[in-house]
């Protein structure tokens, strides 16, 4: 694949983190019942700096869950015979909690679809909201996030490539195009 355009470098990621930081208190009047639930895997890396932003604008520091919804994709082709569960964070409890969804992209919306099923499995949330880096388009579902880093109109043959330090040593966002 042939990378096309760098979208957004390591100063625009820091720039779209601190206003959807400040955009999430603003809506929800402070933190106070606020978690953050990151969507495995780059979801994850995402939710803990706008925990660390958020906990620097407001003194208060704000939990982050991680949600493996591997189990929950409708374009799973293949379960192993036992899958295995994890329980990661079960210790903290989500009902009449205010969760925001935070994953890297959306696309079609069917990652959301599945994290919200996630979501449903673990309690009953007072409100859920949503937060991407990089709102593509191409929704296959009625889902909006309520919080975007930045609008990136692709076409159908290309591949936003969300990349994180914790996990790629790099932080960058990058248009590839399919051959």
Not at 75 to 96: G, S
């Amino acid at each position: 694949m042939k990378t096309k355009a760098i979208i957004l470098d390591e100063k625009s990621i820091q720039r779209a983190t601190t206003r959807i930081a400040n955009e999430i208190i603003e809506r929800n009047k402070g933190v106070d019942d606020l978690i953050l639930v990151g969507i495995k895997t780059r979801g994850v890396p995402f939710a803990y700096r706008l925990s660390d932003k958020i906990s620097q604008i407001e003194g208060k520091d704000v939990p982050v869950l991680t949600l493996d919804i591997t189990l929950y994709r409708d374009d799973l082709t293949e379960i192993q015979e036992d899958p295995i569960v994890k329980k990661a964070n079960a210790n903290i409890d989500i009902n009449d909690k205010i969760i925001v969804l935070v994953d890297d992209v959306i696309f079609t919306g069917r990652t959301v679809r599945a994290a919200l099923d996630a979501l449903v499995d673990m309690g009953r949330a007072r409100k859920v909201q949503l937060a991407v880096l990089i709102d593509r388009g191409h929704r296959e579902l009625p889902i909006r996030p309520d919080y975007v880093g930045k609008n990136v109109p692709t076409s159908r043959k290309e591949i936003v490539s969300v990349k994180f330090k914790e996990i790629d040593k790099i932080d960058q966002v990058i248009i590839k195009e399919k051959r």
